[in-house]
């Protein structure tokens, strides 16, 4: 293997506690010693990447380490015989960007089972504004169809409307035809959700009075709750009958309070959503319909913002901070 040089995000702990994130020149041979080896074009931000970016050990075991759960590129190598070089490839999830140097760098080393060809019908970027934010809130779709959502049985919320799982949920229901309540804490960015396709947008604090009540008004038919904590049950004590919420995140808290009333009263399902250690043929059953009858192109350019990989950092303290609206693709031309 050529030694080649490349750029590549680097998290060290500079003071017990204290992580610090900077561009290097890396060297190819300092990779993981792993069969497929990628020139990645495109990454993406997601807020596990800032958890890593920042420490988090629940996410990222090892430091210094190379963040990025996201990569799409071209085969410079595969030593096991499965992809041809030059092939173009979508890798999220498994271990990539966690405890495997990830996807914000110009190369990346990963096992070849980890790896999907680029489903026809998507561009290279196109694939990282949607990403693991995209295959999520698609997993979160099928999980409410699945349980017999239909979009004339009533309004569909999301939680966590603006960032990426919940924006791209926001878009894709809309395109399904369903009429999508958006719950958000950033109302500046109505416009921005309601271009997406929003029926209507709502502030979070919408879901507070619910906190003190065993069982509230039914209001949705179905939710997606990017939220987790103790915004997940007031969702769930406030869908109608025979409802679910797909539930996908815990930026509000791992936990959450909750009792057997919405579960035995009104039939309410809880529908969890993993896209990390999903099997990779799910993983390709989903990309090829955000690829075909869910294409949501008419929408991608006005989710994400494209930035280099200087400015990464930058980015991943603004999702650190809870500050992220919509989705930051990685162009690793810029």
Not at 79 to 99: A, D, K, W
Not at 168 to 175: E, K, M, P
Not at 188 to 211: C, H, I, N, Q, Y
Not at 225 to 244: M, R
């Amino acid at each position: 293997m050529q030694d080649a040089v490349f750029r590549a995000i680097r998290v060290e702990e500079v003071a017990p506690g204290k992580f610090d994130q900077q561009v290097v020149e890396r060297n190819a041979s300092e990779l993981p010693d792993h069969p497929l080896r990628l020139a990645v074009s495109y990454s993406s931000l997601n807020f596990k990447d800032a958890l890593s970016a920042f420490g988090n050990r629940g996410v990222t075991t090892h430091y210094p380490h190379t963040p990025g759960i996201d990569a799409v590129g071209r085969v410079l190598e595969d030593r096991s015989g499965t992809f041809r070089e030059g092939q173009e490839l979508l890798v999220t999830g498994y271990g990539l960007g966690m405890n495997t140097p990830g996807g914000l760098a110009e190369q990346v080393a990963i096992p070849a089972e980890w790896a999907l060809p680029l489903p026809d019908g998507l561009s290279a970027r196109e694939s990282m504004v949607l990403g693991t934010a995209g295959l999520t809130a698609g997993l979160c779709v099928e999980k409410l169809l699945e349980a017999g959502a239909r979009p004339e049985q009533g309004e569909v919320l999301v939680t966590g409307a603006t960032g990426g799982v919940g924006s791209i949920a926001v878009a894709l229901l809309a395109h399904l035809g369903f009429r999508v309540a958006a719950v958000t804490g950033k109302l500046e960015s109505a416009d921005f959700l309601t271009r997406l396709g929003a029926w209507k947008v709502l502030d979070r604090e919408t879901l507070v009075p619910f906190a003190n009540k065993a069982i509230a008004k039914p209001l949705w038919a179905w939710a997606v709750d990017t939220v987790g904590g103790d915004t997940l049950f007031n969702v769930i004590k406030s869908l109608a009958y025979g409802g679910g919420v797909a539930a996908c995140g815990m930026a509000a808290g791992a936990q959450f309070q909750a009792n057997v009333f919405p579960f035995i009263l009104r039939g309410i399902s809880l529908l969890g959503v993993d896209s990390v250690e999903l099997p990779l043929a799910k993983k390709a059953a989903v990309w090829e319909k955000l690829a075909g009858e869910w294409y949501i192109g008419d929408k991608l350019a006005r989710i994400a913002e494209d930035i280099s990989l200087e400015q990464a950092p930058e980015f991943l303290a603004r999702l650190h901070r809870g500050h992220g609206i919509g989705r930051y693709v990685v162009d690793m031309a810029l």
